[in-house]
């Protein structure tokens, strides 16, 4: 379960981009985050895995308070969270077997897991016909399955995909959201912020949306069986 209680951000003095902010996300469940760009998206993502404190207010994972955990724990945390980056931050000098393998060398894996696990998950991403590849000789939606999967590696209890649709075309787009429901279908919460609306209208799952500072929720289940 992800909660912020009355959570708040402000960037210097001048600028506020969350005022007062609470909301829970269920453990196992699937939930978007949608808003204009500059809204705040990509703040509340970095607020969850500790890249941000929050001004006020407190950020709990499970049983993990986030806004007061010790320095030490914080890489608990993000192989609790796993972060699919908006700029995705791939090595575009090293392959897709490489990208994906290295967060497992840095936390202390031997050469021989590090690559069976990263083989795992790319596996499961489809790309297991791309694993020498760079990420330069790959399409948009082939990039973003190997920051999926490097999101994966820790098998976490939770995944933060910040608009990992946005530079897809439609069908691709889909397909992108067929692998992250597939993966929360296994059990992992997903919280997927995007701002493209043909990706949410006909969703029944739940749907924030972030303006002006506040959290509103969304629900167009109601919508979706009319509409059908
Ligand atoms: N480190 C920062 N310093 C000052 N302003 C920031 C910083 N990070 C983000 N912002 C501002 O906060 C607002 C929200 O940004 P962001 O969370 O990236 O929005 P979104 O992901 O919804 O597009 C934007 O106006 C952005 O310019
Ligand atoms: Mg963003």
């Known amino acids: 379960m992800i909660q912020f209680r009355d959570v708040s951000k402000k960037f210097g003095d001048e600028i506020?981009?969350?005022?007062?902010?609470?909301?829970?996300i269920d453990k196992g469940s699937f939930a978007?985050?949608?808003?204009?760009?500059?809204?705040?998206?990509?703040?509340?993502?970095?607020?969850?895995?500790?890249?941000?404190?929050?001004?006020?207010?407190?950020?709990?994972?499970?049983?993990?308070?986030?806004?007061?955990?010790?320095?030490n724990?914080?890489?608990?945390?993000?192989?609790?969270?796993?972060?699919?980056?908006?700029d995705l931050k791939l090595l575009m000098d090293r392959t897709v077997i490489e990208n994906v393998i290295l967060p497992l060398e840095l936390s202390g894996f031997r050469e021989k897991e590090a690559k069976d696990k990263a083989v795992e998950v790319l596996i499961?991403?489809?790309?297991?016909?791309?694993?020498?590849?760079?990420?330069?000789?790959?399409?948009?939606?082939?990039?973003?399955?190997?920051a999926i999967a490097r999101a994966l590696v820790f098998n976490p209890e939770i995944i933060l995909a910040d608009e990992p649709t946005g530079n897809?075309?439609?069908?691709?787009?889909?397909?992108?959201?067929?692998?992250?429901?597939?993966?929360?279908k296994k059990g992992t919460t997903v919280f997927m912020?995007?701002?493209?609306?043909?990706?949410?209208?006909?969703?029944?799952?739940?749907?924030m949306l972030?303006?002006?500072?506040?959290?509103v929720e969304k629900n167009n289940k109601k919508e979706v069986k009319h509409a059908s």
């Open 193 to 207: 912020a995007t701002h493209n609306e043909r990706i949410i209208e006909k969703t029944d799952k739940k749907v």
């Open 124 to 146: 499961n991403v489809g790309l297991e016909g791309k694993l020498d590849k760079f990420p330069l000789q790959l399409s948009g939606g082939e990039r973003q399955r190997v």
């Open 168 to 184: 897809l075309d439609l069908q691709t787009s889909f397909q992108i959201l067929d692998l992250l429901e597939s993966i929360n």
């Open 73 to 86: 724990k914080v890489p608990h945390l993000r192989r609790k969270v796993g972060t699919v980056f908006q």
């Open 16 to 24: 506020s981009i969350l005022d007062k902010v609470s909301f829970s």
């Open 210 to 215: 972030i303006e002006k500072g506040s959290i």
């Open 32 to 71: 978007f985050l949608i808003g204009n760009t500059g809204s705040g998206k990509t703040t509340i993502f970095r607020l969850i895995i500790r890249d941000l404190f929050p001004t006020e207010g407190n950020i709990v994972i499970d049983d993990l308070d986030v806004t007061n955990l010790p320095k």
